[in-house]
């Protein structure tokens, strides 16, 4: 069994953000546990890919135990999956609700309690979730009821478990984007997006990355929301 080198879990890891963090935490030597829907089987041995849906504890279970089988421990969990669907309020579906509290909800609430059990074990750890700048500087231009009620409350998660478990070494902490130039935005759309932000460009993926790895090696850091947004949260 494996327990020398440092375990990192990634959700919604086959593409943008995700399959960034996987790249970065190899180039640290870490093992990596990547989970998503559609995630293949990985040429690198030190990669575990268990696809699944995070919003079914199901999926949790299998990622935690056998990520804890593979590598022997769970060090860093990055709760990177996300649902982000841009409405006005009163056109939300059934449908729309039910996707993003599971993702971004359950998902988050079945790893994050699964793996901190196995960190209390070892008495260290570190979780980090994604979440949005919108949370805290809503806009008009793009309403997100529904991100903001559950980024929102993985803002407010983070702080409460930052709190709960820092005496037994286990860190948690918190990365809200701007908006990320990902091919999710056609390029058509780039000028306006760039013009959201006071720094007036859009984020990159690997903003994104280097803050998690800030707060990855920040051991005097728990309960941070870290702002990575181009100055949004700062106002206009």
């Known amino acids: 069994m494996k327990i020398k080198r440092k375990v990192a879990v990634v959700t919604g890891a086959s593409q943008g953000i995700g399959a960034a963090l996987v790249k970065a935490f190899r180039e640290r030597d870490y093992y990596v546990v990547a989970t998503a829907r559609s995630i293949r089987p990985s040429s690198d ?9 995070i919003a079914d504890r199901a999926t949790a279970e299998r ?9 022997g421990r769970i060090d860093s969990l990055i709760n990177n999956a996300g649902i ?12 729309d609700y039910a996707a993003i509290t599971g993702v971004n909800s359950a998902g988050f609430f ?11 074990k070892q008495d260290s750890g570190h979780v980090v979730q994604i979440t949005t700048s919108l949370v805290d ?39 809200a984007p701007g908006v990320i130039r990902t091919p999710m935005h056609p390029g058509e759309t780039h000028a306006a997006l760039d013009a959201l932000h006071p720094l007036g ?5 690997s903003d ?13 850091v728990t309960g941070e929301i870290l702002h990575v947004d181009g100055g949004q949260n700062a106002g206009h």
């Open 45 to 53: 041995a030190d990669v575990l890919a268990i696809p699944g849906d």
């Open 63 to 71: 990622v935690i135990s056998e990520g804890i089988k593979r590598f």
């Open 84 to 95: 982000f669907i841009s409405k006005p309020f009163t056109e939300y579906s059934d449908a």
């Open 110 to 120: 079945y790893c994050t309690q699964l793996a901190i059990a196995q960190m209390e």
């Open 137 to 175: 500087h809503a806009n008009s231009a793009v309403p997100s009821v529904l991100a903001s009620l559950t980024k929102g409350g993985l803002n407010a998660a983070t702080r409460s478990l930052a709190i709960e478990y820092a005496g037994r070494g286990i860190r948690v902490n918190a990365v």
């Open 201 to 205: 460009h859009m984020g990159e993926i």
């Open 208 to 220: 994104i990355v280097a803050a998690i790895l800030y707060l990855e090696s920040a051991n005097f």
